[in-house]
């Protein structure tokens, strides 16, 4: 029986020994003018989190021998430079012998960055950037300078040696690729879309805690409603091998949030991603973003292209003339049409007004201008905005001279486009001017176009530009 109560006691103290061993920012008795620094999650598992320490090979983003953090109390204003680390816990310490009084600190990081002002530790603002440059041989480098952390508790020098830093700000993880050849990215323009309309969805400017004094809440002086990132130089080059990008984001966290574009080279392509608002704090790892270079119906040459012609994922039904808008003198430009279209659904099912234009051009900016005021209740122009076929993602609802345009050269299309014998009524993107209520549509037969209540149902014609 004493063998046994000394082996139930060995066991016990091993398994103490092997729980005070897991805690990774176990307290050591250190030097009075060194902090240890953890990085604070909202759950245990990190793997979807933000994750920040000496480890680069675990880190999404790490330290480096020049970091530096900044602590600050009603009185002191104090530096303290990385050196080293221990069991991915991160040590930052005074030099030049200088000392770090006791007392209670708000920890900021970056410590040197232009878009931190550090006037009194219950003024500290941080803005965010117009743009994040990027550098195309180190696509991580810049996430280093901008990522903003602070300590949301207190942090008492004299009573423990580790301070929490948590970040501020999210990271989207990208795999890209083509699917053919290569293709340089020079900018990326993140846009957040809200159920209600485009909300400013990001943070572009606010002020920290006053943590000393038990304040918790972020102070947000503004917003915007999107992100641009540019690639220095010739921009990031991509081709048909997985290569990964890093976006920062500082988000609004808006419930609401029902869509995030990426829009790249001033919209020349346009990707969607479909999800509730973006949380802070948190590592997304998203879907490859694929950008296509070539389709199936893309083997005619640009300059053999006429209407009908099956081309950039549709069928061509009208050709860019002097004088259009979009109309390059020496190149081939124009719009395309899907080759089925939707089935019937509403306009919208709301009366708000949204600015629209009824001529030829108008169709694609009419299309954000009706996503942003209705979000997913415009339902012909969500429809196109959120469409894919052929693997396209830029698809718009037609203005009414561009969908005039498509049924004046109906002939061009395929004989069965049309599947029906009688006269069929389509959507376009253009409301009646001052009028909430109705909008226009195009019929089929011989091009009408009538006034329509926006609650009634009529079919979509997604079309696009090339």
């Known amino acids: 029986m004493k063998n046994l109560t000394i082996r139930k006691c060995f066991m016990y103290a091993l398994l103490s020994m092997l729980v005070i061993g897991h805690v990774s920012c176990k307290k050591d008795k250190t030097d009075e003018n060194t902090v240890k620094v953890c990085i604070a999650f909202d759950s245990p598992d990190k793997t979807q989190k933000i994750y920040v320490d000496a480890?680069?090979?675990?880190?999404?983003?790490?330290?480096?021998?020049?970091?530096?953090?900044?602590?600050?109390?009603?009185?002191?204003?104090?530096?303290?430079?990385?050196?080293?680390?221990?069991?991915?816990?991160?040590?930052?310490?005074?030099?030049?012998g200088q000392s770090m009084p006791q007392g209670d600190y708000i920890g900021v990081y970056p410590s040197n960055s232009q878009s931190i002002s550090f006037n009194a530790y219950n003024n500290i603002i941080y803005r965010t950037p117009d743009v994040y440059t990027i550098f195309p041989n180190d696509v991580d480098g810049y996430l280093i300078d901008n990522v903003l952390m602070y300590t949301h508790a207190k942090y008492n020098h004299g009573g423990s040696d580790t301070a929490f830093f948590k970040p501020a700000m999210t990271i989207l993880e990208i795999p890209i690729k083509t699917d053919s050849g290569s293709y340089f990215i020079q900018d990326l323009v993140l846009h957040g879309v809200s159920n209600s309309g485009a909300d400013k969805s990001f943070i572009k400017e606010g002020k920290l805690p006053d943590i000393i004094h038990t304040s918790t809440y972020l102070h947000i002086n503004e917003t915007v409603d999107s992100i641009t990132y540019h690639f220095q130089g010739n921009g990031l080059e991509i081709d048909?091998?997985?290569?990964?990008?890093?976006?920062?984001?500082?988000?609004?966290?808006?419930?609401?949030?029902s869509k995030y574009h990426f829009k790249i080279n001033?919209?020349?392509?346009?990707?969607?991603?479909?999800?509730?608002?973006?949380?802070?704090?948190?590592?997304?790892?998203?879907?490859?973003?694929?950008?296509?270079?070539?389709?199936?119906?893309?083997?005619?040459?640009?300059?053999?292209?006429?209407?009908?012609?099956?081309?950039?994922?549709?069928?061509?039904?009208?050709?860019?003339?002097?004088?259009?808008?979009?109309?390059?003198?020496?190149?081939?430009?124009?719009?395309i049409c899907v080759p089925s279209y939707l089935n019937e659904m509403l306009w919208a099912n709301t009366s708000t007004y949204c600015s629209t234009d009824t001529a030829l051009g108008s169709g694609q900016n009419n299309t954000q201008l009706i996503v942003n005021a209705l979000g997913n209740n415009a339902y012909a122009a969500y429809a196109c905005d959120t469409c894919t076929q052929n693997g396209y993602t830029d698809w718009f609802l037609p203005s009414r001279n561009e969908l005039l345009y498509l049924i004046s050269n109906?002939?061009?299309?395929?004989?069965?486009?049309?599947?029906?014998?009688?006269?069929?009524?389509?959507?376009?993107?253009?409301?009646?001017?001052?009028?909430?209520?109705?909008?226009?549509?195009?019929?089929?037969?011989?091009?009408?176009?009538?006034?329509?209540?926006?609650?009634?149902?009529?079919?979509?014609?997604?079309?696009?530009?090339?």
């Open 240 to 257: 048909t091998s997985l290569k990964t990008i890093k976006l920062l984001v500082w988000s609004l966290e808006r419930a609401n949030v």
């Open 55 to 96: 480890s680069s090979s675990i880190a999404a983003i790490y330290w480096t021998p020049n970091t530096q953090i900044r602590m600050i109390n009603t009185t002191n204003n104090i530096r303290l430079v990385y050196t080293g680390n221990n069991k991915q816990v991160a040590n930052f310490q005074i030099t030049q």
């Open 410 to 466: 109906k002939s061009y299309l395929p004989s069965n486009y049309f599947h029906v014998t009688w006269y069929i009524s389509f959507w376009t993107s253009s409301e009646v001017i001052n009028n909430t209520a109705n909008a226009y549509n195009v019929n089929s037969s011989g091009g009408s176009v009538p006034q329509t209540k926006t609650t009634q149902k009529a079919y979509v014609i997604p079309v696009r530009k090339f």
């Open 266 to 335: 001033d919209g020349d392509i346009v990707k969607t991603i479909t999800r509730s608002a973006l949380k802070n704090s948190i590592y997304y790892k998203l879907p490859t973003l694929n950008i296509a270079m070539t389709h199936s119906n893309d083997t005619i040459s640009p300059d053999s292209i006429v209407i009908g012609s099956s081309y950039a994922g549709g069928i061509v039904f009208h050709i860019f003339k002097s004088g259009e808008p979009g109309y390059v003198p020496g190149e081939t430009h124009g719009l």
